[in-house]
Structure formats: C-alpha cells, structure tokens
C-alpha cells in the first residue's frame, strides 16, 4: 500500500572543489559566447552589403572603385543639327520674333540666326501669312525654301507657353547691356543694366523689345537667346534632363519626339556637362546649315 522510500545518496563537496567545477563552465562557455557574437556581428554587416559576402569581406574594393571610375567618365557625342524656334500669337496672326539655331558636338557650340521678319518674304507671302494658312510645317518650309538650308526639327510657342517654359526653370540670368525705360500701348519695360534673373513675363518682354529694336536688337535677342541655353544646359540640370524634355514636349509645338530624345540624349549630357564652349551670333543664315 505505501511505496518504498529510495535512499538518496548525499554527496558532500568541498567549496573549493565546487568553485573550480564552476570556472571549468565558464571556461567552457565563454567561447560559445564569443563566437555567437561574431556571427551576429558578421550577419549585421552582411546585410548592410545586401548579403554580398565579397562584398561585407571587402573583396571587390578595387574593382567597385574602378566601376564608379568607368561610369563617370566623360559622355562623348557627335551631330549637326538645324533648328527652327519661333514664339507668336495663339491665333498665329502675328510672329514676335523667330531663330535659326544650329548645335554642333563635340564642339559643344551653339550659333543663333535671328530671323529678320520685316523682310521674309516667300512665294509673295509673309512668314507671318505662311504660318497662319499652313501652319508649323508650312513655316518650316518657307524658311528652308528661303535660305536654301535644311531644318532638322522645330519647336514653337506661344507668349503664355513661353513664359510658362521659362517659369518651369524659376527664370532665367541674362546680362543687360543697357538700361531700358520703354513704354509703349503694348507694354511697359523697365531694366537696368547688369546680370538678373528675369520670370517669364519679364524676359518675353525683354525679347520682344529686342526683337523690335532692328538688327542691333536682333542680335541681341539671339544673343538672349544663347544665355537661355547656358541656364538649360548645366551639370545641375543632367539628373533632371528627361523631365525637362518631358515639359518642354508638353509646352511647345515641336516635332522632336521621345525618340528624337533618347537618340540625343549622349549629346544632351555632353552639353550640360560641358556647358556651351562656343557662342556665336550669326549675320547669314547659311552658317546655321547643318550638314
């Protein structure tokens, strides 16, 4: 009915035999200890190098710097290419003033022909009576007829898209060599002389004004014109170059399509990288002939 009891055996212990058993543990365990630590060391930096084991052992240093060293370097690009540029009223009854602008790389060189209006004249019509019975390809036609050259692409707008154009980038540095009090039933323009940075509204006035100021003004209108592209094509505008296609696409009446862009695009990194090393104001339009 009642179990047995079991005799335990006691075991007796001296405290200096039972503190050597407990520092054998320690001995023992402690490298378990370090070990579990340099794992988990080791997986810590394994994952802030994506798991890459060369990488986290610092195996590729050499070659990563080399990689960095190849995409850096210098984008370079060839063309040749003719544009046409005109900025005119919505209902294309009247054209404010209109360029002939040949880009040539690797020179990196931009030259500008402005258009003197007052004496286009082709097949007995006006640019003006051209684009506004034919329309942009129609101009384009005209201006090729006229000046026996080739027109690459184009690119119009009116005054409120080019003013919208020129606020996308907060406005444009150009240089005033004059002061200018003019005041007219059109409109009133105030500047002094010097660098500043002018808003659409501004800037399309200045233009305007130049444009209206015969050859000297003209030639300064191109000249305006020159410094807008220095203010595109910077090092701090590469990163963002397709959203600025991609909004001067959507703004202007143009026929340089996504295309056309990514075909460019080497040259348009060489440019903004570079910058434009050679500005020329052009007497003829023969020298905006590409080839």
Do not use: H
Not at 168 to 185: A, K, L
Not at 261 to 288: C, F, H, W
């Amino acid at each position: 009915m009642f179990s047995k009891r079991t005799r335990r055996k006691l075991v007796f212990e001296t405290d200096k035999k039972s503190r050597r058993g407990s520092a054998r543990k320690f001995w023992i365990l402690l490298p378990v200890i370090i070990l579990a630590v340099l794992v988990a060391s080791f997986m810590v930096i394994l994952s802030q190098n994506n798991y890459d084991l060369n990488a986290a052992l610092g195996l590729e240093t050499e070659s990563t710097t080399e990689t960095e060293e190849e995409t850096t370097k210098a984008v370079v690009a060839t063309a040749d290419d003719t544009f046409l540029f005109w900025c005119a009223s919505a209902d294309r009854q009247e054209i404010y003033f209109m360029n002939i602008i040949r880009v040539t790389l690797p020179e990196c060189a931009v030259a500008v022909y402005p258009v003197n209006l007052e004496e286009f004249v082709s097949e007995n019509k006006t640019a003006e009576e051209i684009y506004s019975e034919f329309g942009e390809r129609g101009l384009v036609s005209a201006v090729e007829n006229q000046y026996s050259i080739d027109i690459d692409r184009y690119a119009g707008a009116t005054e409120t898209k080019l003013k919208t154009m020129i606020n996308y980038f907060g406005g444009f540095t150009v240089f005033v060599d004059e002061q200018i009090n003019y005041r007219s039933e059109e409109m009133n323009l105030v500047l002094i002389k010097g660098e500043q940075n002018m808003k659409g509204d501004t800037l399309f006035k200045y233009l305007l004004y130049l444009s209206l100021s015969g050859e000297s003004g003209r030639d300064k209108q191109a000249q305006v014109m020159i410094e807008i592209f220095e203010n595109i094509f910077t090092q701090g505008n590469v990163d963002r170059r397709e959203r600025i296609y991609t909004e001067f696409a959507n703004t202007f009446i143009t026929d340089i399509t996504k295309v056309d862009y990514s075909k460019a695009e080497d040259g348009i990194i060489m440019l903004m990288n570079n910058g434009i090393l050679r500005k020329t104001v052009l007497s003829n339009p023969q020298g905006a002939a590409g080839n």
